[in-house]
């Protein structure tokens, strides 16, 4: 069973560290008569508490994508499974990641002898930490590394930061399909954006959908990158992908209305449609 999770509010566990707990419990030891030392540490406590909050308040997402030649996606995708994805787990459990995904997108263009991957490396932070590997030798490594650039076509990535999901916890795998949203939202109304994407965002399982969230991209600024905003649709399989695209409704004005109020707020430039590869947690 899936709970409920505000990726909003933080994406660690709340813990109190060693330095708070011994803090607690010296309050609770001080007499009335040390009021002033009270007032201090109280300060202090506060402080600690407030920076912790700051600090996992933004939780990091970094997007690969990845584009190799049709002729080697299965030799790409079992070395995945097989190979790199013992390496992410290997992070995760030195407490290096949160999670790590594999994802393939399923409409390419048209004509377009290549299939596109996309790696989802949830963070804890925002600086990327890895630890020396138990499970594989550096000469293993590197001859994994290497097969690995053989393959790649091209490459892009992006920098993204959690504004809010439904549905969903960034500790447990996802769901085995997607589709991903590519939005321009104009820099004047991007906090209006947020708003309406985090209270339309609550209904999301009116529509077939299994979970959803929306992150702001950090890492492209400027009139030549218009795509600022990625929102999420988790669905359970790809008929419901298909029968929500599918399904032709006729709106109440009311409706109409509202869906006009969205479209005045962002402008919706690409949709991908993807399937989960591998996934670890």
């Known amino acids: 069973m899936r709970s409920n999770y505000s990726f909003f509010a933080v994406l660690k566990t709340w813990v109190v560290s060693d330095?708070?707990?011994?803090?607690?419990?010296?309050l609770q030891h001080t007499n009335h008569k040390s009021s002033n030392m009270k007032t201090k540490l109280l300060s202090y406590l506060s402080f600690f508490f407030i920076t912790v909050a700051f600090s996992q308040q933004m939780p990091i997402v970094y997007l690969d994508y990845v584009t190799v030649l049709n002729k080697d996606v299965e030799k790409h995708i079992e070395?995945?499974?097989?190979?790199?994805?013992?390496?992410?787990?290997?992070?995760?459990?030195?407490?290096?990641?949160?999670?790590?995904?594999?994802?393939?997108?399923?409409?390419?263009?048209y004509g377009e002898p290549t299939t596109t991957f996309m790696y989802v490396h949830i963070q804890p932070e925002s600086t990327i930490s890895q630890s020396p590997s138990k499970i594989f030798t550096e000469y293993e490594l590197d001859g994994?590394?290497?097969a690995y650039a053989s393959r790649i076509v091209k490459t892009g990535n992006l920098m993204m930061s959690i504004k809010g999901t439904y549905g969903t916890n960034p500790g447990e795998k996802p769901y085995k399909f997607v589709v991903a949203n590519y939005m321009a939202v104009d820099i004047y109304k991007q906090y209006e954006y947020e708003q309406m994407e985090l209270k339309a965002g609550s209904n999301y399982s009116q529509n077939g959908r299994a979970a959803w969230g929306f992150g702001k991209i950090l890492s492209r600024f400027g009139s030549d990158h218009e795509v600022n905003y990625i929102t999420y649709d988790f669905y359970e399989s790809m008929d419901a992908i298909l029968s929500t695209r599918n399904n032709t409704i006729k709106s109440s004005k009311a409706q109409m209305e509202v869906w006009k109020s969205y479209d005045d707020l962002r402008e919706l430039k690409d949709s991908n449609i993807m399937t989960l590869i591998a996934s670890e947690r």
């Open 19 to 26: 330095c708070g707990m011994d803090i607690l419990l010296y």
């Open 144 to 146: 994994h590394q290497a």
């Open 79 to 109: 070395a995945e499974k097989n190979i790199f994805s013992k390496m992410h787990k290997e992070q995760i459990d030195m407490g290096n990641k949160i999670g790590w995904d594999m994802w393939q997108i399923s409409n390419n263009g």
